[in-house]
């Protein structure tokens, strides 16, 4: 299965992706051209439910307010 390299930093409400690479070797030149230790490699399968996944599937989504009622 291909896997996708993300280079992440932050946490929590600050967490964010910087980057993302098909290729390990170029996602950590990218996470060492800034010097720094706040930049991580994340690794994940591509389309990991591939085979779960049929034509028949709706996408769908739940949108919430501040109050917690959804819509």
Known sequence: ???VYLVTR???S???VS?????KKKAELFTKSFNSDEYRIEIYDL???EEQ????YKPY???MNK???CK
Do not use: L, Q
């Open 61 to 63: 989504f739940v949108r």
């Open 10 to 12: 932050g946490d929590y």
């Open 53 to 56: 996944i049929k034509e028949s």
């Open 1 to 3: 299965m291909k896997k």
């Open 14 to 16: 600050d967490y964010r």
């Open 19 to 23: 980057a993302v690479f098909d290729n």
């Open 67 to 69: 109050k917690g009622e």
């Open 47 to 49: 389309n990991p439910f």
